[in-house]
Nanobody, 122 residues
Framework: VQLQAFGGGLGQAGGSLRLSCAIS????????MGWFRQAPGKEREFVAG????????EYGASVQGRFTISMDNVQNTAGLQMNDLKPEDTSTYYC????????????????WGQGTQVTVSS
């Protein structure tokens, strides 16, 4: 399984950005996908996770109500729509895929994509 993240860049407080993650390879063994973020000097933080059939969706408390995760099973792409951005959303964002149903746990994820930088100015 391979993952490649797209999007990110520079946004303004109150604005929006969108991230996408393309997954390829043996996707039949994947239960779900997730987004995590990590700022310098901080732990990698769970942002959002979604099952392959989109029946199970979870969000981190800091993004609940502002971010929306989605799954496109035709394009094999997971998206993260980020609205009402805040400067504290500035981080490197990583997409990941898991064979397990524990979407919130970083240790559950088997495959990781490269990070993509999101910077939010105030």
């Amino acid at each position: 399984v391979q993952l490649q993240a797209f999007g990110g860049g520079l946004g303004q407080a109150g604005g929006s950005l969108r991230l996408s993650c393309a997954i390829s390879g043996n996707t039949g063994i994947v239960y779900g996908m997730g987004w995590f973020r990590q700022a310098p000097g901080k732990e990698r933080e769970f942002v959002a996770g979604i099952s392959w059939n989109s029946h199970n969706i979870e969000y981190g408390a800091s993004v609940q109500g502002r971010f929306t995760i989605s799954m496109d099973n035709v394009q094999n792409t997971a998206g993260l729509q980020m609205n009402d951005l805040k400067p504290e959303d500035t981080s490197t964002y990583y997409c990941a895929a898991t064979r397990k149903s524990s979407l919130r746990l970083r240790s559950s994820y088997d495959w990781w994509g490269q990070g993509t930088q999101v910077t939010v100015s105030s």
